[in-house]
């Protein structure tokens, strides 16, 4: 393979653009609905493994 001219190598290394650490705020607060889908998805995991700790439950009492 050859290797790139020194042109090339510029232009490559022009077409990519600089990293960047965090490209967007890390200390932005939450939006409402953003908290509203958190709590409502905390609740449906909550909800969910109360209802496997009672089935099992009753599965040993049944037993």
Do not use: D
Request: overall charge positive; glycine content about 4%; charged content about 35%.
């Amino acid at each position: 393979m050859k290797p790139l001219t020194e042109a090339q190598l510029m232009g490559f290394r022009g077409s990519m653009p600089p990293r960047t650490e965090h490209r967007y705020s890390v200390t932005v607060e939450p939006s409402a609905a953003e908290r509203r889908t958190a709590r409502q998805c905390t609740a449906t995991r909550r909800a969910i493994e109360e209802y496997h700790e009672a089935r099992a439950q009753r599965r040993e009492m049944e037993l």
